[in-house]
C-alpha cells in the first residue's frame, strides 16, 4: 500500500504547488491521475519518486517513509531519456549494473523480448522511431522489478495509432507481476483504458476533486457506449474543476 498523507508543496518563489493531499493506493492498482496544466500532476509524481520532498505531510510504501529516491520506485518520463553513447541492452541494464553477470543478462534480455525488441539489443537510440524509444524506456523502468512504476505523459508525444497501441502493452507488461502503477496523463480516454481508478485534480492549490473508481472490464473497448459515458463525465469534471475557485475553497475526495 502506497499511503499519502496531507501533503503540501510549497515552492521557494511561495508558490503553492499541493494542498492538504491525502490518498491511499493499494498494492497492483492501476491509478490515473487527469487535471488542467498546473494543477500538480507532475509535482506528485516528483514526490513520490523522491526526487523532491513535500513541504509537509508523508509518503510511505508499507509503512516505510519514502524521502529520497527508492529501489521499489521507478519512474517512466514523457521523452524516453535514453543515453545516446550506450546501445539499447546498456540502457535498459543501466540501473541493475551491480547485479551478477548472469542476472543482469537475464534480466535484461527478459525485458527487451518482453517490449519486442530483443532483436534490437545491440542498436543504438538514434536508430529507434519514437515509439520503440518509448518501449526501451519502459523496460529500463521494468527490469528494475519495482512495486510501484511512476508514469508522467509518457505516451503524449506519439501519434494517436503509437499511442494506442502501447496503452495495450502498457497493460501487458503490467500483468506480468502487476506492480502499482500511477499515470499523470491529459489524456481522458488514456486514462479510462488503462486505469481502475481516476483521480481529477484541481489546480491553484493543486488538490483532488474527485477520486472515481471505474467498474469497467478489461479489456476496454476504446469505441463502447459505457466507457464514453464516463469519458463526458471527467470531462465535465475537468471543465468544472478549470473554472476559478476561491483559494479557500477545499473538494474533499468523493468516491462514486
Request: proline fraction near 8%; glycine fraction near 8%.
Amino acid at each position: 500500500m502506497l499511503t499519502l498523507t496531507q501533503l503540501d508543496k510549497r515552492y521557494p518563489n511561495g508558490t503553492l504547488a499541493l494542498s492538504g493531499l491525502t490518498l491511499s493506493i493499494p498494492a497492483g492498482e492501476i491509478l490515473a491521475i487527469v487535471g488542467g496544466s498546473g494543477c500538480g500532476k507532475s509535482t506528485l509524481l516528483r514526490l513520490i519518486a523522491g526526487l523532491d520532498a513535500p513541504s509537509r505531510g508523508r509518503i510511505a510504501l508499507d509503512g516505510a517513509p519514502i524521502a529520497e529516491p527508492h529501489p521499489d520506485v521507478a519512474v517512466v518520463f514523457q521523452e524516453p531519456r535514453l543515453m545516446p553513447w550506450l546501445s539499447i541492452e546498456d540502457n535498459v541494464g543501466f540501473g541493475i549494473r551491480a547485479l551478477p553477470a548472469a542476472d543482469y543478462r537475464a534480466r535484461v534480455e527478459q525485458a527487451l523480448e518482453r517490449v519486442g525488441l530483443l532483436d534490437r539489443r545491440a542498436h543504438w537510440p538514434r536508430e529507434l522511431s519514437g515509439g520503440q524509444a518509448q518501449r526501451v524506456a519502459l523496460a529500463r523502468a521494468l527490469v528494475r522489478r519495482p512495486r510501484v512504476l511512476l508514469l508522467d505523459e509518457p505516451f503524449s508525444a506519439l501519434d494517436a495509432l503509437t499511442r494506442a497501441g502501447l496503452q495495450d502493452h502498457l497493460l501487458e507488461l503490467w500483468a506480468y507481476d502487476r506492480p502499482t502503477l500511477i499515470l499523470v496523463t491529459h489524456d481522458i480516454e488514456e486514462a479510462l483504458v488503462l486505469a481502475d481508478r481516476v483521480v481529477v485534480m484541481q489546480p491553484d492549490p493543486g488538490r483532488i476533486r474527485l477520486d472515481l473508481p471505474l467498474p469497467l472490464a478489461r479489456p476496454r473497448d476504446r469505441l463502447d457506449g459505457e466507457l464514453l459515458g464516463w469519458k463526458t463525465r471527467l470531462l465535465t469534471e475537468l471543465g468544472a474543476a478549470a473554472r476559478p475557485l476561491p483559494r479557500d475553497e477545499a473538494f474533499p475526495a468523493v468516491a462514486i
